[in-house]
C-alpha cells in the first residue's frame, strides 16, 4: 500500500533523479501526520470549549505540584511560545474564570498563574478524553513500535537542540 508521500518521492523521482529526496520520506509524513493528529485533537479540545493553546496552558498547570501555580515564564518555557502569546492566552482564560493571577509575595514584579476550581474541573475533565483520543490515533501499533517510534523521535529532537536543562 502506497500512501500520499510516495507518490511525491516517485513524482521526484521521474522529474529529479539526480537528487536524493530520501529526507521528505519522513518530513513530509511527519507534516502530514502533525495536520491529521491536530485536527483530531482540536475536535477533542473543542468538545470541551477548549482549543490546543488553552489545553495546554490549563494541562501545564495541573501537572505541576499543587497549587497547581506557575509563573508566566514557566509557562512560556513549558509551551516553547512568546511572552506576548502567553499573555493572549492567559487573558482570554482568566476571562472564563479558569486561571486567576496574583502578584508574587517574593518579587514585586512578578504574578502567579493558578488554576481556579473551575480550571481544574474542565482540564481533569478534558483529560482523559485527550488521552483517548491519542490511544486510538496510536492503535495500529504495538507497544513495541510506540516505544521505538518515541524514542526515536527523542534523538531526533535531541539532536536538534530540543533538551531540558
Do not use: C, Y
Amino acid at each position: 500500500m502506497a500512501d500520499h508521500v510516495d507518490r511525491v518521492l516517485e513524482q521526484w523521482g521521474d522529474q529529479r533523479p539526480d537528487l536524493d529526496v530520501s529526507p521528505m520520506a519522513v518530513f513530509g509524513r511527519l507534516a502530514r501526520l502533525s495536520r491529521l493528529v491536530n485536527t483530531e485533537l482540536n475536535h477533542t479540545f473543542s468538545s470541551h470549549g477548549l482549543d490546543s493553546a488553552s489545553f495546554d496552558v490549563l494541562a501545564t498547570l495541573r501537572r505541576s505540584a499543587p497549587p497547581h501555580r506557575l509563573t508566566p515564564t514557566d509557562l512560556m518555557r513549558s509551551s516553547m511560545v512568546t511572552s506576548g502569546a502567553i499573555t493572549q492566552r492567559l487573558d482570554r482564560l482568566e476571562a472564563r474564570g479558569l486561571v486567576t493571577r496574583t502578584p508574587s509575595e517574593s518579587d514585586g514584579r512578578g504574578v502567579h498563574v493558578a488554576l481556579t476550581d473551575e480550571g481544574r474541573t474542565l482540564i481533569d475533565r478534558a483529560l482523559p478524553d485527550h488521552v483517548a483520543t491519542e490511544e486510538r490515533l496510536l492503535a495500529p501499533l504495538g507497544r513495541a513500535e510506540r516505544d521505538a517510534l518515541a524514542g526515536t523521535l527523542r534523538e531526533l529532537l535531541e539532536s536538534l537542540g530540543d533538551t531540558i536543562d
